[in-house]
């Protein structure tokens, strides 16, 4: 299994990777991103102090995940949520249908969360004969084209305005040639009335707020608020990882998450939420639900090498930096979270020796790590996994002994010095065809160094 997968893994980016228009528009995209994030910096005096403060917050969160999830469940059971928790997808799917049964749901209106994509609740959803509507515009956009979000933060960031404008035309039976506008005003349209339509509406969570009992959920076009404040039944659901210590977090979070995420000082919607309408309240939900999910995050919670990947607050910027990324884009990786931070975690989500090969997937050039906002060592992460998967047994047995030979050879300088650099070649990218596959021919020096130093050690004397 693990063979097909990377396989299939390799097939796709060697495709994308030589498609110039794909890369064309993913450059496009992310030069614009590259030109606003600086303007959003500014708002911070001292931007490492800031990122240094958000890590350590963090590392309190997860050293302290126990204590903090049962603190938000306390505070938010108060108010009258109801909390789920979810060791597996398949028992998040489970209760989320049981809703859906109870409430004789038939349409869901649903905001963006990366963790449904996690747990394909779409597809669980269809085959409970239950609509279920992407309300952002570019998981509407996706959802249109049957195709998974390509970015964390940008679900289209493939498709040009004129790509989008076609398939609306396709699917929606509008003009073709629309421009952006238009196409915005014929998709809010579309999707006003499902809000008032929708039994359900399901959103994820930015940030799991302990002391508070409150989920914080933001965005930029209103539709997270409409997904939740209109339906009578508001489902949250949220990876364990997300939490926060205090309200006041949010503070350094929100304007954090913003500047790298889009370029932003602030989105433009934050909404707290501590519960469904309270007696006092007009307007809300009658019925909120948080769903926990651990599906696998106790892995890396275990792992005290990994479990800094538990820190990410799914900003993206880590993709826009990678340059493997943005040669092979977001699909080509098979899963959820692509990326350097995907080929952290995913991994350890789901089975190491099956996606192992993301983590090799790297120029290991620190870029991801530079441009964190949480500072999680993602290149070093990467090696991590490198290193547990040999540990573990999965590198086949031509590479265990081909590093073998390479090391006692390497330690040997008598051995190193019997060959001159044309043997030395032949044998080597001979032997190393999966690494001369994809590189040039490694060419070592046709005098050794020993040879070298008595030389110059023979000129200065």
Known sequence: MSGKTASTFIAKSTIKASNLDHRRKINFNIGKYNAVVPQGKTQFNDLMAVREHAKNTKWNAVEHLDVMLETFEKNI?????KVIWAETAEDALKEIGKICKEKNCKTIVKSKSMVTEEIHLNKFLEKQGIESIETDLGEYIQQLDNEPPYHIVTPAMHKSKEDIAKLFAEKLNVPDG???????????EKLRK????????ITGANFIIADTGSISVTENEGNGRLSSGFPKTHIVITGIEKVL???NDLALFLPLLATFGTGQKLTVYNTIISGPRQKNEIDGPEEMYVILLDNGRTNLLANDKAREALYCIRCGACLNACPVYKNIGGHSYGTTYSGPIGSVITPQLRNLKEWKHLSYASSLCGNCTEVCPVRINLHELLLENRHESVVEGDSPVSERVAWKMWKVASLNRSMMNMANGNLKN???????????????DLDFSQ?????????????NS
Do not use: C, D
């Open 447 to 459: 005098k050794t160094f020993n040879q070298m130093w008595k030389e110059e050690r023979g000129k």
């Open 77 to 81: 059971s108060a108010r009258g949520a």
């Open 426 to 440: 032949k044998v080597v990218n001979t032997m190393f065809k999966a690494w001369t596959k994809h590189r040039a």
């Open 245 to 247: 210590p205090s309200i």
């Open 178 to 188: 629309l421009s952006p506008q238009q196409l915005t005003l014929i998709a809010r």
């Open 194 to 201: 499902k809000y008032t339509e929708a039994e359900i509406g």
